[in-house]
């Protein structure tokens, strides 16, 4: 499987960590924004998994009805 179809699972765990860097629990790291505009030129080729981060893109494989048999 190519890592493309595990980038719809891997956006919204993306979105988690916005909000727990946006909540003030006090982690000595960067805001989540800095992190981004630091990840994204190192990782600007993952069309796909901007997509599905920015809401543009929704795969078969993201589907609830496809996990289930």
Excluded: C, Q
Excluded at 5 to 25: D, E, N, Q
Excluded at 29 to 45: D, G, M, Q, V, W
Aim: charged content about 30%.
């Amino acid at each position: 499987m190519h890592f493309k179809f595990r980038y719809g699972h891997a956006a919204p765990y993306w979105a988690r960590l916005g909000k727990v860097a946006g909540s003030g629990v006090g982690l000595p790291l960067p805001s989540h924004e800095k992190f981004e505009a630091e990840i994204r030129p190192r990782h600007e080729r993952k069309l796909a998994f901007w997509a599905h981060v920015n809401g543009t893109r929704r795969d078969r494989h993201d589907e609830e009805s496809d996990l289930t048999p």
